[in-house]
């Protein structure tokens, strides 16, 4: 029994996780309501272990961003423009193709391409980036195989060993729903279009906070939460693998930071088809939300612990270091982490909102962080 544990007065709970008993809403948010981070972190420590043991990920990835435009006007977000504006960018497929290859000569495993909602691309520029990229694959498969021989230890959340190829991980939740707005297509008729072009997985963002009073205030006009769940659990049913997220530490509660993770356990329960929750901390500095606290390193490891503890159906909890710091997603591997996530290259959305973090990390930088910790 952990020190910390002993005198905090959740033993009970640390009991439980032990036992391998499920938490209920009312545990899991005495543990946020928790002073004590050290026990919180103890019985989130001891749940990792049971999971995944004594190992962590990381993913070689690049972050291509293709368009900024957006047909949305969240008050959270610093990264859309409207095409009035001197900033916004769109890429072709040509030079989204171009990045690719760049990143592929750095070892890369895995794309991960989100945009605005873009006012006026057709539904082909979508399939026919997808289709592009995929025909990257013919060269990069022997690449990575020779990488992956060097590097056995690296591992992405999303790629098999037995696949040695580049991951497409792809569109939000909301992008899908406007993509299937374009094509004039039912939801999972889009996701199956996309499948056959090439997508491998979705990324999870946009989930923000379920909480419709929450989310009307943060993001008017965006998905709701069942639209969001129902993106994901279709792509579920069709065999396809996903993150979700939880953006924290602006105008919600604890009890609806709670009703989220309530809500993405729920559907890891029917479906099976999350492989791993990534918690993403507010930035406040460049957003039109003002926030008295912004989320502070406690918050952040707590957040993740408590992620841990109670959603006892994902393999995998990510340590966004693009959001957090690397030094303190470090020190949340001992607070129920098990991922860092990637090495990023060419981060947009967290920075133009104000972050200060690198815009990648080495692969080498990974491998010492974990080690290190």
């Given at each position: 029994m952990n020190f910390f544990v002993q005198r905090s007065g959740l033993r009970d709970l640390y009991d439980k996780v032990a036992a391998g008993e499920r938490i209920?809403?009312?545990?899991?948010?005495?543990?946020?309501?928790?002073?004590?981070?050290?026990?919180?972190?103890?019985?989130?420590?001891?749940?990792?272990?049971?999971?995944?043991?004594?190992?962590?990920?990381?993913?070689?990835?690049?972050?291509?961003?293709?368009?900024?435009?957006?047909?949305?006007?969240?008050?959270?977000?610093?990264?859309?423009?409207?095409?009035?504006?001197?900033?916004?960018?769109?890429?072709?497929t040509e030079q989204i193709v171009a990045k690719a290859r760049e990143a592929l000569k750095l070892g890369i495993t895995e794309l991960h391409i989100v945009g605005g909602l873009h006012p006026s691309l057709p539904f082909s520029y979508y399939t026919d980036m997808l289709k592009a990229l995929r025909a990257l694959n013919t060269g990069s498969s022997r690449r990575e195989e020779a990488h992956s021989a060097s590097h056995e230890k690296s591992q992405s959340l999303l790629t098999s060993a037995a696949t040695p190829r580049l991951q497409l991980k792809c569109f939000t939740a909301i992008e899908i729903l406007h993509l299937a707005w374009?094509?004039?297509?039912?939801?999972?008729?889009?996701?199956?279009?996309?499948?056959a072009a090439g997508l491998d997985s979705l990324t999870g963002g946009g989930a923000e906070i379920f909480r419709p009073e929450v989310r009307s205030a943060i993001a008017k006009g965006k998905e709701s939460a069942e639209e969001y769940l129902d993106v994901h659990r279709t792509w579920h049913k069709l065999g396809g693998r996903s993150t979700c997220t939880m953006l924290y530490g602006h105008v919600e509660s604890l009890a609806d930071r709670l009703d989220h993770l309530r809500q993405l356990r729920a559907l890891q329960d029917e479906t099976h088809g999350y492989v791993g929750f990534v918690p993403l901390p507010y930035q406040p500095e460049d957003n039109d939300?003002?926030?008295?606290?912004?989320?502070?390193?406690?918050?952040?490891?707590?957040?993740?612990?408590?992620?841990?503890?109670?959603?006892?159906?994902?393999?995998?909890?990510?340590?966004?270091?693009?959001?957090?710091?690397?030094?303190?997603?470090?020190?949340?591997?001992?607070?129920?982490?098990?991922?860092?996530?990637?090495?990023?290259?060419?981060?947009?959305?967290?920075?133009?909102?104000?972050?200060?973090?690198?815009?990648?990390?080495?692969?080498?930088?990974?491998i010492k962080a974990i080690r290190e910790a």
């Open positions: 209920s809403e009312a545990d899991a948010l005495r543990l946020f309501e928790s002073k004590d981070l050290n026990a919180v972190g103890a019985i989130a420590d001891l749940a990792r272990q049971k999971k995944v043991g004594n190992r962590a990920s990381y993913i070689i990835n690049r972050y291509i961003n293709y368009s900024n435009y957006c047909i949305l006007s969240c008050q959270f977000c610093s990264f859309a423009r409207k095409k009035r504006d001197a900033d916004g960018f769109e890429f072709t374009l094509a004039k297509k039912s939801v999972e008729q889009t996701l199956v279009e996309l499948k939300i003002p926030v008295e606290k912004p989320p502070t390193g406690f918050d952040a490891l707590r957040t993740i612990a408590v992620s841990r503890i109670y959603l006892d159906n994902f393999d995998h909890i990510t340590a966004y270091w693009v959001g957090m710091g690397l030094k303190l997603a470090q020190v949340a591997l001992s607070y129920g982490a098990d991922d860092l996530h990637g090495t990023i290259i060419e981060e947009h959305i967290f920075h133009m909102a104000g972050a200060t973090s690198p815009q990648l990390q080495t692969e080498a930088e990974m």
